[in-house]
């Protein structure tokens, strides 16, 4: 699936994966209503379908497109897309994630695959996509949304806290080379927000953060002064973890 809605040529990009739930949707929600034009995906039409009835009304421009981002062809549909619609974006959030529990000594075979595929790999591939226009405008900022477990493993955490660590160093590694291009790179490290895949929990909803905090981070690290940039931000529930 496939759909622009023209509206406003003006207007800042923002580009989100797993944009349909949780944090991807409160980040989409709240940068809409600023007049941002979006780019977004997820792995659900139907979500999409959705997200776009909602956001279609407003004066932007909108790009949904499903993708599986643990697959790169279809990375790169949904990034040429963006490339030819929007041009250089200003602000790309590698959000899309999966979380799978289980031990590095006892987990199923291929789990540590898919857990890079999807948590490392979409950021960045990408990320090196989009970052050729970004680099001619010599502007931009980019969220990756990094866990706790990319700071300490934690038991049955397994293969998704090796993911995790490495999505931060690609935060890392990113920061230090585009710091001369003045694009920003801002590690998010999150942890437990609610969303549908807390619901179960049977924990009440106050134990945790809410999807809409993490959003208005984003949106005020993003509106800092073009001298500053934070690097990595901890954000955790008032209580601590999970």
Not at 63 to 92: M, P
Not at 142 to 160: D, E, K, R
Not at 169 to 188: D, F, N, Q, Y
Request: with cysteine.
């Amino acid at each position: 699936m496939f759909v622009v809605v023209l509206h406003s040529t003006m207007n800042k990009k923002i580009v989100i994966t797993g944009a349909t739930k949780g944090i991807g949707r409160a980040i989409a929600e709240k940068f809409a209503r600023e007049g941002w034009d979006l780019a977004v995906c997820s792995r659900n039409e139907e979500d999409l379908a959705v997200l776009n009835s909602k956001l279609e009304t407003q004066n932007l421009k909108l790009i949904t497109q499903r993708c599986d981002v643990s697959r790169k062809e279809e990375l790169k549909s949904f990034a040429e897309k963006i490339n030819i619609e929007f041009g250089a974006v200003d602000v790309i959030v590698n959000n899309a994630g999966v979380f799978l529990p289980g031990q590095v000594i006892n987990e199923e075979d291929g789990t540590l695959e898919k857990l890079i595929e999807t948590n490392l790999y979409s950021a960045y591939h990408l990320s090196r996509m989009l970052l050729p226009k970004m680099l001619e405008k010599k502007s931009g900022h980019i969220f990756n949304l990094c866990s706790v477990a990319s700071i300490q493993a934690y038991p049955n955490g397994g293969s998704y806290s090796i993911s995790k660590f490495a999505l931060l160093g690609l935060s890392k590694a990113l920061r230090e080379e585009l710091m001369v291009h003045r694009i920003k790179v801002t590690a998010l490290i999150a942890g437990a927000t609610y969303t549908d895949s807390w619901s179960q929990s049977n924990l009440p909803e106050s134990r945790f953060m809410k999807s809409e905090d993490i959003a208005q981070t984003v949106w005020d690290l993003y509106h800092l002064s073009e001298n500053t940039v934070i690097e990595e931000i901890l954000l955790r529930p008032m209580l601590g973890d999970i």
